[in-house]
């Protein structure tokens, strides 16, 4: 069993920005753009037989079986046009833990946490 925590990469800055330009439009296609990555995800993840815990916001989090975290990262890349970090692990901490880790060294990725160290799956392009 496995836990992954996704997180949108950088949404309240855009969102703030926002808030300073007075900028409700921008908000709003923000906040769409948003709702619609989250559902792509999760649709993904659903396909995978992953069991969605929670949906909301900028984040998710589901758990299951173990899978090609490569296959993750690229639909992640490839499908959306906001950026989102993902962490993995055997507990909620753990995941926790990565997804920290990946917005630390960059975002945009997906990082497992495994026997105590931390794998990083990144876009190569």
Do not use: H, P, W
Request: glycine share 6%; net charge positive; hydrophobic share 40%.
């Amino acid at each position: 069993m496995i836990y992954i925590g996704i997180d949108g990469d950088d949404i309240g800055r855009k969102l703030e920005i926002c808030f300073f330009n007075n900028n409700e439009k921008l908000i709003q296609e923000i906040s769409k753009s948003v709702e619609n990555a989250l559902n792509n995800i999760s649709k993904f993840l659903q396909k995978k037989k992953m069991q969605i815990i929670f949906c909301s916001g900028d984040s998710l989090l589901c758990k299951g079986n173990e899978f090609n975290f490569r296959d993750l990262l690229d639909f992640i890349i490839s499908n959306n046009d906001i950026s989102f970090s993902a962490g993995i692990g055997n507990t909620m901490f753990q995941t926790y833990a990565a997804l920290k880790y990946a917005k630390i060294t960059g975002k945009n990725r997906i990082v497992f946490a495994k026997n105590n160290e931390y794998i990083v799956y990144k876009n190569e392009i």
